[in-house]
């Protein structure tokens, strides 16, 4: 696979640039870049009846959707699209505030993002009382605590898929059952596993949203919803609710990006030109992700006494994403390195502070992160590594494993 579909890339590419931060949004293919441009220039119009421009943008609308439940292997009636994954997910925050009273119990984990943990916080105003399950040192979930807070009866249960910190992904499925048989609502956050495989959503979820920007898309974001999860909390107050659907009211609100949608297409065109069939567009990018993953894995191995790769070992798989720190390089040095050698990589807490601050006390809880997708290449990779060697020639100390703390909690 190359990066031949995808302009930024090619632009990057032509000027001795690598584009390593794919963690944080992923870059267009040319089909949703047209078909982004096309709607705009000539099939631009609020959805509505009779007219055929309005029919349309409804048509491209219902199309949007289809093809994302498709992709999700689910039905139509159960995904949607929003603004971005942030704002869906304080969308259901609300929704579920309507079941939330004094004294419940919610549970969250030190191994997410902040848009997987501060809407549930926002809970407490109405009287929730909130547990953080805490990590290991590789930024597992602790299961004997999560269990133990199960044992709370919570109300709501948030957890992750995948770590865009440690690139890990969990067994969302187990965790989510059992959160099922306390009786909690089940939310996760699918945004960092979503470009990455094809996705099969355990029936004991209840929610989960994406981005679309993290899927070689625009700036979009999607939800999924279990047919119990619509019933119990998305009702049409009012008669007068645009289109008559209250998701339209709650988790959908307002006018949508039209052209976001035509751009979505265009990345569905990009996936059915890879396979036909997008879930296995999606496995075939697996394949080679996890190549490059192996191969970024066997450096960081062979560097482990002066780079701290942080998660689990990387003798273990993870997605192609990598956050780590040199011994003796403060973060923030190291970040301009790559910089310099025409890098974009990433340096902060990602938006995971608790997760950061748990792995990584040493530096305060800021590391540089590398993340690739399957426009990268192995030979991309090695220039990565050339500036991580270059940073590591003269380390003022190195990393032990007396240095890892044997217990990382909130």
């Given amino acids: 696979m190359n990066g031949d579909r995808f302009p930024g890339v090619m632009s990057a590419a032509s000027s001795g640039c690598i584009l390593a931060d794919n963690g944080a949004g992923a870059q267009l293919p040319d089909t949703a870049l047209e078909r982004m441009q096309r709607y705009l220039a000539y099939d631009n119009a609020q959805k509505g009846r009779i007219f055929t421009r309005p029919l349309g943008t409804g048509d491209l609308l219902t199309e949007a959707k289809t093809e994302l439940a498709t992709l999700l292997g689910t039905t139509v009636g159960r995904v949607g699209i929003g ?41 407490r105003r109405f009287g929730a009382q909130i547990d953080v399950v805490p990590v290991d040192a590789h930024g597992d979930l602790d299961e004997a605590k999560y269990r133990a807070f199960l044992e709370r009866a919570p109300v709501i249960v948030a957890l992750p898929w995948a770590s865009n910190v440690t690139g890990t992904v969990f067994d969302v499925g187990r965790y989510a059952r059992l959160a099922k048989a306390a009786r909690a609502t089940v939310v996760v956050d699918g945004v960092q596993a979503f470009p990455h495989f094809a996705l099969d959503i355990d029936p004991a979820i209840d929610f989960v949203f994406f981005s679309a920007y993290k899927m070689y898309a625009p700036h979009l974001g999607f939800w999924y919803a279990s047919d119990a999860a619509l019933d119990r909390f998305v009702h049409c107050d009012d008669p007068n609710v645009p289109g008559g659907d209250a998701r339209y009211w709650t988790i959908e609100s307002g006018t949508q990006s039209y052209e976001g949608l035509a751009g979505w297409l265009g990345t569905v065109a990009y996936l059915r030109g890879i396979d036909a069939e997008p879930r296995r567009a999606l496995e075939l990018i697996a394949d080679y992700e996890e190549e490059l993953s192996a191969y970024a894995r066997a450096k960081f191995a062979e560097r482990r006494a002066h780079v701290r790769l942080y998660g689990r070992p990387p003798e273990r798989n993870r997605l192609p994403l990598f956050a780590f720190n040199v011994a003796g390089v403060p973060s923030l040095e190291l970040a301009e390195r790559f910089q310099r050698a025409r890098i974009e990589a990433r340096v902060g807490d990602f938006n995971s502070p608790r997760l950061l601050r748990s792995l990584a006390p040493e530096t305060g809880g800021i590391a540089v992160r590398l993340s690739f997708a399957h426009y990268n290449s192995t030979e991309e990779i090695d220039r990565c590594f050339d500036v991580i060697d270059a940073a590591g020639e003269t380390p003022a100390e190195s990393f032990n494993e007396s240095d890892v703390p044997e217990r990382a909690t909130r």
């Fill in 83 to 123: 603004a971005n994954a942030t704002s869906i997910a304080l969308a259901v925050s609300r929704l579920l505030a309507t079941v939330v009273q004094r004294g419940d119990r919610i549970v969250v984990t030190a191994s997410d993002h902040e848009a997987n943990i501060a809407p549930w916080v926002w809970l």
